[in-house]
């Protein structure tokens, strides 16, 4: 015998719209509104696939009459009104079904198809989370010098040192790394980089270069190299789009490595500065190979070798910014834009992805492997060793 409990079960395991058995009637089911506020427009075939995407995201089981009601809805708006025999009595769940479907009697299938569509957008809004963690203000570091958060499929990894305009410590290399590596396999659909405060970052924290192990510069210069090829390793191989939120200035690596990002969205306050030249150093992230490719070898050269700094609105026209926002509203602007881009269906997007990354991966880790060389080479110059002995001196702290 069918108990109420194993009803519900089979209800729960094939609400999937996928196989019509029979349907059976819930009592409140026409008590669900019909029209929820779709009035100006009508929805699209294409409205009606995210929908039906949208839902299968959902983390929280919805109840029976929702699902049912989403049942008779979805077929009615793809196959017309039910033209099915009755289910057996005995057969509670498909009876459910063909009850729910065919109380939509002749409701034309453009309607249902609206009420579908505005069914699962209220539920959908209505258990959304709060909007993506904000950057707190300069000053107020909540968590440690790294936060990473995710919400509404969005993985968020934020560089809060932001009275030290979030320059990047050798301990942030590779907590960054662990959380690219956590967020490759969360069920988030993009992950974000952004800084707190003031700046997006002021790429490597200099002072790094101060603190030198017994086996002495050459040693520093090695472990440097090795921590910085698996570093930029880890954004050639993320398998997810990488969207960089510039909130503020950016400088050195935190730049070079935008030319491996999927999405640059800048603040109009933005800047972006590699300033190579005068620290005696070369590119990294990549950037002696994306730069020239994506902004032409001449633009390329007056950013990477004689450390031009360009503001947003320059950045976007080279190519290495997305788009640009107003600072008052960029915050809001790329939050509500990034969490639309959520919606998406997830395989397809990683799909695109895929195929245009696949191509260029094996190119770009050699030129890493390379840029490393150079770079543990200039370590160990004059020229890179008196710049950060003046940053330092300048700032008192040798
Ligand atoms: C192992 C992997 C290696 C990867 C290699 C990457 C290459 C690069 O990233 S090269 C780029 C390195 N970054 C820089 O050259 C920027 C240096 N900083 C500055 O030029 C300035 O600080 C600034 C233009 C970013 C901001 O200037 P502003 O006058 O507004 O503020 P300051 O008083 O200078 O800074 C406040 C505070 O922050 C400290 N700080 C800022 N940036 C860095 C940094 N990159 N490294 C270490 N410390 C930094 C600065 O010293 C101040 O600290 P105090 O308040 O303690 O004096």
Known sequence: MTTMAQVICGL???????????????????????????????????????????????????GNE???????????ATEGPCNLPKPDMMDLVNKAKWDAWSALGSLPKET???????????????????????????????????????????TT?????PAKKNAITTKMYQDIMLALQAASKDDSVLTVLTGNGEYYCSGNDLTNFTDIP?????????????????????????????????????????VTLLGLFDLVYASD????HTPFGPLGLSPEGCSSYTFPKMMGPSKAAEMLIFGRKLTA??????????????????????WTRLRAYTKLPPNAVRTSREVMRSKGRERLHAVNAEECGALQQRWLSEECTSAVVRFLSRRGKL
């Open 66 to 76: 929702v699902k049912l009601k989403l049942y008779a809805l979805y077929k009615q």
């Open 214 to 254: 017994p086996g002495g510069p050459e040693e520093k210069a090695r472990t440097n190299a090795i921590l910085l090829r698996e570093f930029v390793d880890c954004f050639i191989d993320f398998p997810k789009p990488l969207v960089a939120v510039v909130n503020g200035p950016a400088v050195g690596i935190s």
């Open 269 to 272: 306050r933005a800047t972006f």
């Open 313 to 334: 609105q320059e950045a976007c026209a080279q190519g290495l910014v997305t788009e640009v926002f107003p600072d008052s509203t960029f915050q809001k602007e790329v």
């Open 112 to 154: 249902a198809r609206e009420n579908y569509v505005d069914l699962v957008s209220s539920l959908s809004a209505a258990s959304e989370p709060p909007s993506p963690a904000k950057p707190a203000a300069d000053g107020e570091q909540a968590g440690g010098d790294l936060v990473v958060t995710s919400e509404n499929h969005i």
């Open 12 to 62: 729960a395991r094939r609400w999937c719209f996928g196989a019509l058995g029979s349907p059976l009637q819930v009592p409140c089911l026409q008590a669900l509104p019909l029209h929820l506020g779709r009035t100006a427009t009508r929805a699209s075939q294409r409205d009606l696939e995210n929908a039906v995407h949208q839902v299968k995201l959902w983390k929280k089981d919805p």
């Open 157 to 161: 990894i934020t560089f809060n040192r």
